[in-house]
């Protein structure tokens, strides 16, 4: 009998090493997964951290024990266990912490055609499962068989982006230690690119910084690299390179909503009237781009599961969160950082100017970014902000947290975390000034509450 609350999270498995999450656990997991799904074939791949190989032996040989054949991929990063399990049609689960810390470990897990599972859609019923335990099997054992995908993968990329026109480049990569490290120098050979490597040596320790590129401090390293080797572009994944951040020939960094736009576009010349999912912290200038190119916005949650779901019910061809997630119909309609930043060097490489004067008109506005602040009583602090704004907005929703717009493109987001006791802030305005105003507004009245609140 286990407890699981701790670990299993709303979109995947997540905990300390051994102490919440152990090779025991994982072999009950891998047996229920195959049990709840049906499966008599999954795939499983993992990431440089020092336990996610006996993680993921453990899982394959639950798995197993329940009569599935298991492809063990080896090292990978998320988004080629995407491919995987997309391009083979099975079930598949990568064992990853992502960008948390080292002493953490995880499973992402999805169904065949890297459909995602979530709390709702299995993995509620997955935790079920091994708390009260797996029922035995009976029939023959299945079969562990390793599997190298990484060139398959690799060529799959190079069909989804042109890339045989693009001019030489100098790309600087910051992989965090992470499996950028592993799938960048495989995906970029050939290519005319000239690296400029950081971290790329795998090591789930993260001896350098942690591989979190949202958090600025990670990307000093290779904001410093872009300058002094005169790049025409950076690059930083985190640690299972499921994302990309970018860096423009100055060293400066390129909001993901701007990425998002660049996308879009380039996604809906190639589908006019195409659908582009956005979530509800993503820049306006997304929505207005694509309505102004004849394609469909759709706005959605924040979070994979809300994304991958709405591409599903509406055929969008690409979606894009303000996290540094990007989506891709036909890659599965999953996540992929290398394909993100395929798109930005084909976009860049096809023509002659900076990547900061390609992308100057898809930055309109001024962007606070995500601000976390720490409250007891979240409801009530949003209740309080939603008092105070109700007369001066021009629209207020509730489709994730509270948007309020204030009109003339002003507009705020604040969210609740799902895990934590904290209330995330966006902030946009069409200047600096502007947007900086509402934002100190606005938290003024958040942490006005928090010392009520004690």
């Given at each position: 009998?286990?407890?699981?609350?701790?670990?299993?999270?709303?979109?995947?498995?997540?905990?300390?090493?051994?102490?919440?999450?152990?090779?025991?656990?994982?072999?009950?997991?891998?047996?229920?997964?195959?049990?709840?799904?049906?499966?008599?074939?999954?795939?499983?791949?993992?990431?440089?951290?020092?336990?996610?190989?006996?993680?993921?032996?453990?899982?394959?040989?639950?798995?197993?024990?329940?009569?599935?054949?298991?492809i063990?991929?080896?090292?990978?990063?998320?988004?080629?266990?995407?491919?995987a399990?997309?391009?083979?049609?099975?079930?598949?689960?990568?064992?990853?912490?992502?960008?948390?810390?080292a002493?953490?470990?995880?499973?992402?897990?999805?169904?065949?055609?890297?459909?995602?599972?979530?709390?709702?859609?299995?993995l509620?019923?997955?935790?079920?499962?091994?708390e009260?335990?797996?029922?035995?099997?009976?029939?023959?054992?299945?079969?562990?068989?390793?599997?190298?995908?990484l060139?398959?993968?690799?060529?799959?990329?190079?069909?989804?982006?042109?890339?045989?026109?693009?001019?030489?480049?100098?790309?600087?990569?910051?992989?965090?230690?992470?499996?950028?490290?592993?799938?960048?120098?495989?995906?970029?050979?050939g290519?005319?690119?000239?690296?400029?490597?950081?971290?790329?040596?795998?090591?789930?320790?993260?001896?350098?910084?942690?591989?979190?590129?949202?958090?600025?401090?990670?990307?000093?390293?290779?904001?410093?690299?872009?300058?002094?080797?005169?790049?025409?572009?950076?690059?930083?994944?985190?640690?299972?390179?499921?994302r990309?951040?970018?860096?423009?020939?100055?060293?400066?960094?390129?909001?993901?909503?701007?990425?998002?736009?660049?996308?879009?576009?380039?996604?809906?010349?190639?589908?006019?009237?195409?659908?582009?999912?956005?979530?509800?912290?993503?820049?306006?200038?997304?929505?207005?781009?694509?309505?102004?190119?004849?394609?469909?916005?759709?706005?959605?949650?924040?979070?994979?599961?809300?994304?991958?779901?709405?591409?599903?019910?509406t055929?969008?061809?690409?979606?894009?969160?303000?996290?540094?997630?990007?989506?891709?119909?036909?890659?599965?309609?999953?996540?992929?950082?290398?394909?993100?930043?395929?798109?930005?060097?084909a976009?860049?490489?096809?023509?002659?100017?900076?990547?900061?004067?390609?992308?100057?008109?898809?930055?309109?506005?001024?962007?606070?970014?995500?601000?976390?602040?720490?409250?007891?009583?979240?409801?009530?602090?949003?209740?309080?902000?939603?008092?105070?704004?109700?007369?001066?907005?021009?629209?207020?929703?509730?489709?994730?947290?509270?948007?309020?717009?204030?009109?003339?493109?002003?507009?705020?987001?604040?969210?609740?975390?799902?895990?934590?006791?904290?209330?995330?802030?966006?902030?946009?305005?069409?200047?600096?000034?502007?947007?900086?105003?509402?934002?100190?507004?606005?938290?003024?009245?958040?942490?006005?509450?928090?010392?009520?609140?004690?």
């Amino acid at each position: 009998m286990y407890d699981l609350s701790r670990i299993f999270k709303a979109y995947d498995v997540r905990g300390v090493v051994p102490s919440e999450l152990d090779e025991d656990i994982a072999r009950v997991a891998g047996a229920a997964f195959v049990h709840v799904l049906g499966a008599d074939r999954i795939v499983v791949a993992h990431d440089m951290r020092e336990s996610s190989v006996p993680l993921s032996e453990a899982f394959a040989a639950g798995a197993a024990g329940q009569g599935a054949d298991v492809i063990a991929a080896g090292l990978g990063s998320t988004d080629l266990l995407y491919f995987a399990a997309g391009s083979l049609g099975i079930p598949g689960a990568m064992f990853t912490a992502s960008h948390n810390p080292a002493k953490y470990n995880g499973i992402k897990l999805c169904r065949a055609g890297a459909a995602p599972i979530g709390q709702d859609t299995g993995l509620g019923d997955i935790r079920a499962l091994v708390e009260a335990g797996v029922p035995e099997f009976t029939g023959p054992r299945g079969t562990v068989t390793r599997s190298d995908l990484l060139a398959d993968y690799t060529r799959h990329l190079h069909t989804l982006v042109d890339l045989s026109a693009i001019r030489p480049l100098v790309v600087a990569v910051d992989a965090g230690n992470g499996m950028g490290g592993f799938t960048v120098p495989a995906v970029f050979d050939g290519l005319p690119l000239t690296v400029i490597p950081l971290y790329f040596e795998l090591d789930g320790s993260f001896p350098n910084h942690e591989a979190n590129p949202i958090e600025p401090e990670n990307l000093r390293d290779l904001q410093a690299a872009v300058r002094a080797g005169g790049a025409d572009i950076g690059l930083a994944f985190d640690g299972d390179a499921d994302r990309c951040f970018v860096v423009d020939e100055r060293g400066e960094l390129v909001s993901p909503s701007t990425i998002t736009a660049l996308v879009a576009e380039r996604e809906l010349a190639r589908e006019p009237g195409a659908t582009i999912i956005h979530n509800v912290i993503v820049s306006h200038a997304v929505p207005e781009l694509v309505t102004r190119l004849g394609g469909v916005p759709v706005r959605t949650r924040v979070g994979h599961s809300f994304i991958k779901a709405e591409m599903a019910r509406t055929g969008a061809v690409f979606g894009g969160e303000h996290s540094g997630h990007f989506y891709f119909r036909d890659f599965w309609r999953a996540d992929s950082g290398m394909l993100a930043a395929l798109h930005v060097l084909a976009a860049l490489g096809e023509q002659d100017r900076p990547l900061s004067t390609l992308l100057d008109g898809y930055a309109s506005y001024a962007i606070s970014g995500e601000i976390n602040s720490e409250v007891v009583d979240v409801t009530a602090a949003m209740a309080e902000v939603e008092k105070v704004y109700m007369g001066l907005a021009s629209g207020i929703d509730r489709l994730d947290g509270l948007t309020v717009e204030l009109g003339d493109g002003i507009w705020f987001n604040l969210r609740p975390s799902n895990t934590e006791p904290l209330l995330r802030l966006n902030v946009e305005a069409p200047d600096y000034a502007t947007m900086s105003r509402v934002r100190d507004e606005v938290l003024a009245r958040i942490r006005h509450r928090r010392e009520i609140d004690r």
